[in-house]
């Protein structure tokens, strides 16, 4: 079972605008959460993460906003680069933090 | 600094064969956690170790260990290959063993025919 999902495979974004990326997640005991961003024929990369304890984080372009009670988070990139076009994954944790379960992926393309 | 490295980059086997993939994490992680990606889906848990001990283990058989050595190096292996362990394996190192964020690795392409 796919306790992390998400659920739009692919997004357009034009060049300067916001781009919004969404997961959602089943396990109540998720606490700890990250986005990652995968290019082809490289690992994934590490973007940005947030704990329960927080409704928001924020590091430069991107943020993280987690709504626990909709079991929802979402990644905000303002503005949206070219360079951002990439595969983006989101990730949760419980309790320990040492075991992640991740989404299947959204591909971000934007457009010049 | 080296990130994570992982050999080799490309394996070709056929069912039923035993293989033996690498890694060697960043300096200073002690956790190397093991990931299989299949086509379209994203990476699922397979193993953590950390200062030498298995720390973790995701829903997969016996069929799959692994081991970490005194550098922190680790070795994913799989006997009795099947078609569907045709995947992307990734490697990640982190510093400590909970919520750290974890550094991946460019992944073993691993086909079964």
């Known amino acids: 079972d796919q306790q992390v999902k998400q659920n739009s495979p692919s997004l357009s974004v034009q060049e300067g605008r916001i781009s919004i990326l969404n997961c959602d997640y089943t396990n109540s005991m998720f606490d700890y959460f990250l986005w990652y961003k995968k290019y082809p024929a490289e690992g994934p990369t590490f973007l940005i993460s947030?704990?329960?304890?927080?409704d928001k984080n924020e590091d430069g372009r991107f943020t993280v906003f987690l709504n626990k009670s909709a079991k929802h988070l979402s990644l905000h990139i303002v503005p949206s680069q070219p360079g951002d076009s990439a595969v983006y994954f989101c990730?949760?944790?419980?309790?320990?933090?040492?075991?992640?379960?991740f989404g299947t992926g959204t591909s971000l393309t934007v457009i010049p | 600094d080296a990130g994570v490295t992982q050999s080799p980059t490309h394996l070709i086997k056929t069912r039923g064969q035993h293989v033996t993939l690498r890694c060697s994490p960043i300096s200073g992680h002690k956790s190397v956690s093991w990931y299989q990606q299949v086509l379209g889906q994203g990476p699922q848990f397979i193993f953590q170790?950390?200062?030498?001990?298995?720390?973790g283990r995701g829903n997969f058989p016996d069929r799959f260990s692994a081991r970490q050595f005194p550098n922190y190096s680790s070795e994913l292996n799989v006997n009795a290959l099947l078609l569907g362990d045709s995947a992307l394996y990734l490697c990640?190192?982190?510093?400590?063993?909970?919520?750290?964020?974890?550094?991946f690795g460019p992944g073993t392409r691993l086909t079964v025919l």
């Open positions: 170790y950390y200062e030498k001990e298995e720390r």
């Open positions: 947030i704990s329960s304890i927080k």
């Open positions: 990730a949760a944790s419980a309790n320990t933090g040492n075991q992640f379960y």
């Open positions: 990640a190192s982190s510093f400590g063993q909970f919520y750290n964020e974890q550094f």
